[in-house]
């Protein structure tokens, strides 16, 4: 069965553009993205990955290890990344994990036979400090991934880790969020001393409370 939300992550060791990856070592303490693309030297995945290249700085910020992946060998991704410099600006600072056997692909369900038997899909897995899996998201090969959406669910899995609220449609960080219907009125007055507004009995907002 697919992995599901709250299930561990699979442990693997695998070959990458920044050597032998033994992924629960990589990822220490922190939070971890692992996604797939289908293919290497293919014009969808090189926007993708120079993106997240760009972007690594904000995953830092959040405390979180990226690793990308697909099932071409290991010289594939070498001969590959000096194009994603080119192509984007951006070069490759995260490792790109080659998985020609499909020991990776397989733990993690990112081959989709009915889309594509040999190619993995655009596969998204968040994991959290704990090891299990916090977000899942599969997009077909030819829809490019918007990764601010990724760190836009990092910043509100983080946030609703340690305290008892939940983020609305849209939130991003700043934001005002939801405090939990758990919460008596009387408890949330001291649990969020900026304030609650009630807008329904199950509905109320009040300010980030980590800001
Ligand atoms: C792409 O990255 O453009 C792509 C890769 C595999 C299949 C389709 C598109």
Request: overall charge negative; some cysteine.
């Amino acid at each position: 069965m697919a992995l599901q939300l709250g299930d561990v992550a699979p442990d693997f060791t695998a070959e990458s553009t920044e050597g032998t990856i033994h992924f629960y070592d990589y990822l220490g303490d922190s939070w971890g993205v692992l996604f797939s693309h289908p293919k290497d030297f293919t014009p969808v995945c090189t926007t993708e990955l120079g993106e997240v290249a760009r972007l690594k700085g904000e995953f830092d910020k959040r405390n979180t290890k990226v690793l990308g992946l697909s099932v071409d060998p290991l010289q594939s991704h070498n001969d590959w990344v000096g194009d994603i410099k080119d192509a984007t600006g951006s070069a490759l600072n995260y490792p790109l994990i080659a998985d020609p056997d499909h020991t990776v692909s397989d733990l993690y369900g990112m081959i989709h036979p009915n889309a594509n038997d040999t190619l993995t899909v655009r596969s998204v897995f968040v994991v959290g400090p704990d090891k299990k899996v916090k977000l899942t998201i599969t997009y077909p090969a030819s829809t490019g991934r918007n990764f601010q959406e990724i760190l836009r669910v990092i910043d509100s899995l983080q946030l609703t880790s340690g305290y008892s609220v939940s983020t609305p449609v849209n939130w991003t960080a700043g934001e005002d969020v939801i405090i939990s219907p758990a919460i008596s009125d009387d408890d949330a007055r001291e649990r969020f001393p900026k304030g609650f507004r009630t807008v329904k009995s199950y509905l109320r907002f009040t300010p980030q409370p980590n800001r």
